[in-house]
C-alpha cells in the first residue's frame, strides 16, 4: 500500500521534537544570509536574484532530465526582472513559461494558491500542449493513471502509483485548503510537508515535480517574508538528487509519520543556504570590479560587455563577438577593446588560431 491508501491520510505526523534543533539551526541559518544580502543594496540584490532564479530555473528542469539552454534562462529571467544584460537571447515558449511560473511564486507569495493559479502554471510550462512527443491534458487534472517508474521497456520498475483519477477534485481541494488556511506549524516545515504531499498525488500529466519545488518556494517566501530569492533548493536538490528519489519513495510506501523526511528536507534546505555563498561570492566579486575601475570612463557598449564577462562568458571573446553582442560594428568593437587594454582591464590571451581572444585582468 502506497502513503495515499492508507486509512489515515493525509493525517501527516512527526516527531517535533526530534526536528527542533535541526529546524533552529535551518532558521538561523536563513536570518543570517536575508540580513548579509539586506545589506547589499538594490542592485547588487537585483543581481543575487538573477543569479538564484537561473539556477533555480536550470537545476528544476534538470532534475526531470530536461537540460534548457543558460543564456535563454538567464535572458528571460533578466527581462522578467527589468534588467539589462548584454545579448539578449531570446528564449522558446516553453523557457518563458518555466521563468514565469517560478517568479510567480515567489514574488507574489502572499497571493493565495488556488486551483486556477497551478492551472495557469501548468499551462505557462506547456505551452504546445504537448510533453516531448506526447499530448497531454494542459492546464487540468490529469484523467488517467500516474506513475513513476525506471528502466527499459518490459523491465520496468514501479517506484510509486498515484491516486486513481477520480480522486483528483477532493484531494487537491483538501491539500489547498490546507496550503492556506494551516498557521500552526512552523512555515519550514510546511513547505516540506506541502512538497511530499503535492508529488504524492500527482494530479498533472506532466510537471508535478517542478510544481511540487515551486510550492515548496512559495511557502519559503512566505516564512521569509521577501520576494526575493537568495538560495535554489531545486539546484541542491539537483545535487542530491539520488537520495531525493529514494527519500520519496521509502516515505510513499511507508505511513504518515514524516520525520525522516522532514529531517532530509531540512538538511537540504540548510545545504542550499550555504550554497548561496557561491552567489554571494559572485556578486561581490563583481562588485569589487566596478568600483576597482570606478575612476576610468566606460561607455555603455563596454559596461555591458564587461558584466557579460564578470557573469561567466562562455567561450573566447573577439572583437567579432564583441560586435555581435554590443550590436555595433567591427570597428567600434576593436576601439573599444583597444581602450580596455589600454587601462588595464583587459589583456590579449595568447596567441591562438586566426583569431584574437581577450580576457579580464584579475583585479
Known sequence: MYVHEKSDWPNFRWDNKSLAQQLAAVRHQQGRLIGRMEGLGFELKREAVLCTITEDVLKTSEIEGEFLDWNQVRSSVARHLGMNVAGLKPASRDIEGIVEMMLDATQKFNQPLTAKRLFSWHAA??????????????????????????????????????????????????????????????????????????????????????????????????????????????????????????????????????????IWFLDCLGNAINGAQMILSIVLRKAKFWQAVAAIPINKRQHLILNRLLDGFVGKLTSSKWAKLAKCSQDTAHRDITYLLKHGILTKDPAAGRSTNYSLVRF
Not at 132 to 152: E, N, T
Open 125 to 262: 510550462m506547456f505551452p504546445t500542449g504537448r510533453s516531448g512527443m506526447h499530448k497531454i491534458l494542459v492546464g487540468r487534472w490529469r484523467k488517467g493513471s500516474a506513475d513513476v517508474v525506471s528502466g527499459p521497456i518490459g523491465s520496468e520498475r514501479v517506484h510509486f502509483e498515484a491516486p486513481v483519477a477520480n480522486r483528483l477534485n477532493s484531494e487537491m481541494k483538501t491539500f489547498l485548503q490546507w496550503f492556506e488556511s494551516e498557521t500552526s506549524i512552523d512555515p519550514v516545515l510546511k513547505a516540506g510537508i506541502a512538497h511530499l504531499w503535492f508529488v504524492t498525488i500527482h494530479p498533472f500529466d506532466d510537471g508535478n515535480g517542478r510544481i511540487a519545488r515551486a510550492i515548496a518556494d512559495l511557502a519559503l517566501a512566505r516564512c521569509e517574508q521577501i520576494p526575493q530569492r537568495f538560495y535554489s533548493m531545486s539546484a541542491q536538490i539537483h545535487k542530491e538528487r539520488k537520495g531525493y528519489y529514494q527519500m520519496l519513495e521509502r516515505t510513499q510506501k511507508g505511513t504518515m509519520e514524516i520525520t525522516p523526511w522532514l
